[in-house]
């Protein structure tokens, strides 16, 4: 009997942490994004899925907190239209990205912005690692646009091996859509 009482003793216990594990993994979650106003501007709280605080950042303004898909949230900060720096926040890996001055986010896994001037071309790079992907672009933009970065239209994931970037040229602000490979 004592044998039997032994046994059904440990056997609870490892049934215990069986079910503790598996509660933890599955009750795990996701990071959050928390906003709060503070006396010189606004707070900006990345809490991992454990609830531990990844980063705080301070904005002067009241930022955009906007979900892109279930794991990606984009947090907008304006600084006058159409000036605005953006980060990225992916919830289920607890990475943020770089701060990006107003960029273009294409196929929720690429980033894509202007250097400082025109002639210096426009960067694609992975969302939060360039060196899974970095790829400088440089063409003759359209650099008296009213901001020079409006000189970039669209960029997009054409397919597994190309974008598709539709831009304007030169000082006629021709329209241009051009294939570019991913790869090359």
Known sequence: MKRLYKYLIVSIAVFFIICFIVICFINKGEGKVLCNEVEDGYEIVLYDSWGSVIDTIWSPVEPGIHDVTDELVEIVISVGSPARYIFYFDKRNNKVSDTFFNPILVDNRYIAYM????????????????????????????????????????????????????????????????????ND
Do not use: A, H, Q, W
């Open 115 to 182: 250097e400082v001037e025109p002639e210096e071309g426009i960067i694609i790079k992975d969302l939060f690692d360039e060196s899974k992907f970095y790829k400088k672009i440089v063409r003759d933009f359209s650099s008296g646009t009213v901001m020079f970065f409006d000189s970039i239209v669209s960029i997009e994931v054409l397919n597994k091996n190309d974008f598709l970037v539709e831009y304007l040229k030169g000082e006629d602000y021709e329209v241009v859509k051009e294939v570019i490979p991913i």
